[in-house]
């Protein structure tokens, strides 16, 4: 819950993107002339089905930037622990499961 942080959780920003892309879905299935037969037709099955991508494809842009910063987040920890191990976690001595887990050979 966001009560004491002045941004929402990662949860609650997932459901609302998640909400505002079918309450449009709801929306634009009201107000438009579509209708679905009981024997479903091909017709209204290629309707369905575009529909159905449009959604998806809309909620994947959007969901896109609700985890951008915790993408940012991996890519940073990946280069500060490839270049410098044992940096992200303030210690510059090797623990005793850096020595039995060595670090890839990787070029800084």
């Not at 942080?5 to 107000?31: E, G, K, Y």
């Not at 091909?42 to 998806?56: D, K, M, N, Y």
């Given at each position: 819950?966001w009560?004491?942080?002045?941004?929402?959780?990662?949860?609650?920003?997932?459901?609302?993107?998640?909400?505002?892309?079918?309450?449009?879905?709801?929306?634009?299935?009201?107000?438009?002339?579509?209708?679905?037969?009981?024997?479903?037709?091909?017709?209204?099955?290629?309707?369905?089905?575009?529909?159905?991508?449009?959604?998806?494809?809309?909620?994947?842009?959007?969901?896109?930037?609700?985890?951008?910063?915790?993408?940012?987040?991996?890519?940073?920890?990946r280069?500060?622990?490839?270049?410098?191990?044992?940096?992200?976690?303030?210690?510059?001595?090797?623990?005793?499961?850096?020595?039995?887990?060595?670090?890839?050979?990787?070029?800084?």
């Amino acid at each position: 819950m966001w009560v004491l942080s002045s941004r929402p959780s990662l949860a609650w920003r997932v459901f609302l993107t998640n909400s505002a892309v079918l309450v449009c879905v709801f929306a634009v299935l009201v107000l438009s002339p579509a209708t679905i037969s009981a024997p479903v037709v091909v017709s209204e099955l290629i309707v369905l089905f575009a529909a159905i991508t449009i959604t998806l494809f809309v909620n994947m842009l959007l969901l896109e930037r609700v985890f951008a910063p915790l993408d940012a987040l991996g890519r940073l920890m990946r280069a500060s622990t490839r270049c410098n191990p044992g940096s992200a976690f303030g210690s510059s001595t090797p623990t005793r499961t850096s020595r039995r887990w060595p670090m890839p050979s990787t070029r800084c």
